[in-house]
């Protein structure tokens, strides 16, 4: 349904997305994962059309994103990062316009603007305003415009930021209830809750994927050898270097790095040692050697979490575009998504220049 194989997407200098390949089945609901700035709204935004690629080739049940961005937009529903809802109209009116912007007729609009509602269970509310819904609402009003065409494949970018827990859980049951009728990709920062919807995990890092897989398979792969949680109290250089005297370890501090570093001694940290055996007496032994309070220790605990920053990595590093050994892009202008693709890295300036043509069109 989805192949993406060696995209690029750049910002002036900055790099996005790139080099990001994956493809994905008719059928499959895929999350991308990654931490903030990581690139899954790019990469989205590519896929849905709202931007072009500055390389690379994405195809969508077979055709190429810029050759022919109309016919990709036919057989995609895309809910942005920001729902794009006119809050005065009732979900009803916004559906049936959505519906007709798709082309449809007033007639098969209205049918369809209905048949959403009860995908979404909106039907109690079809004729509320939709500026005196909950976000929770509001988010499934997003998801019932991107799906009122009934496209092939949906797109939603980040569908549960911003819900309380029952509202997680509605919209859970939600995704899976769509599971089936449609393909569906949707990004998050949380690997709990894209776990528990998705069937594999594509995991973005710095725009380019650093796994891919079930939970599961992430986790064989990722927590092999002895997970220790420890709480200790003490400055964070000092727990690095009485940690670092056991050898064949590594540490992760699970707590962030405080500002005030004046009562640095004092403080609490939580910590997950790993290593390929059990260390717990020589860690407890380095720690009390070190003057550092201990105040907890056991195996195992916040797994998932565990996983997921060793895939995403802690932060966004400001990526930006490699010097040389790059083939520029050339670009179709005038047409709507008018670049034509290439294969290798982009220039600065065509890129530049085809998101102006693509906000233009
Ligand atoms: P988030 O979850 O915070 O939305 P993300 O994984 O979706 O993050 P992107 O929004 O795709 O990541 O951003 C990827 C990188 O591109 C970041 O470094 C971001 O600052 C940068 N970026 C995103 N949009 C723009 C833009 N319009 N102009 C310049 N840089 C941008």
Not at 159 to 176: A, Y
Not at 266 to 291: C, E, I, K, S, Y
């Amino acid at each position: 349904m989805i192949v993406v194989d060696n995209l690029y997407k750049y910002y002036g200098e900055r790099r996005a997305v790139g080099p990001l390949s994956f493809s994905i089945d008719k059928g499959e609901v895929v999350g991308l994962l990654g931490l903030n700035g990581a690139g899954k709204t790019t990469a989205l935004r590519v896929l849905a059309c709202d931007l072009l690629p500055s390389a690379g080739s994405v195809r969508v049940d077979g055709i190429d994103v810029v050759d022919q961005p109309h016919e990709v937009r036919r057989c995609i529903g895309y809910l942005p990062d920001s729902p794009p809802l006119y809050g005065d109209m009732s979900v009803r009116e916004f559906l049936v316009f959505v519906a007709r912007l798709r082309g449809l007729s007033t007639k098969e609009s209205i049918l369809r603007a209905t048949e959403a509602e009860k995908v979404t269970s909106l039907s109690e509310v079809a004729l509320e305003p939709i500026y005196s819904l909950s976000h929770g609402y509001k988010q499934r009003v997003g998801i019932a415009q991107a799906l009122v065409h009934r496209p092939k494949l949906l797109l939603l970018d980040e569908p549960i930021l911003g819900l309380d827990p029952v509202q997680i859980v509605e919209m859970r049951n939600l995704l899976r209830s769509l599971r089936g009728d449609f393909t569906i990709v949707l990004s998050s920062h949380n690997l709990k809750e894209i776990s528990e919807t998705c069937d594999r995990l594509l995991v973005i890092r710095d725009g380019t994927i650093s796994a891919s897989g079930t939970e599961a398979e992430l986790s064989e792969n990722l927590l092999r050898g002895v997970r220790i949680a420890c709480t200790v109290r003490g400055s964070r250089g000092r727990i690095k270097d009485a940690v670092g005297t056991v050898e064949g370890v590594t540490l992760q501090f699970e707590t962030p790095e405080a500002e005030d570093t004046s009562s640095e001694d004092a403080q609490l940290h939580t910590l997950q040692v790993v290593a390929d055996r059990d260390v717990r007496p020589d860690l407890v032994r380095a720690l009390v050697a070190a003057d550092i309070d201990v105040f907890a220790l056991g195996q195992g605990g916040g797994e998932l979490e565990s996983v997921f920053l060793q895939l995403a990595g802690e932060g966004d590093v400001p990526a930006t575009k490699p010097a040389a050994g790059t083939t520029a892009q050339t670009e179709n202008e005038g047409t709507p998504g008018g670049a034509s693709k290439a294969s290798t890295e982009p220039d600065k300036a065509d890129t530049d220049k085809a998101d102006t043509d693509k906000e233009e069109s």
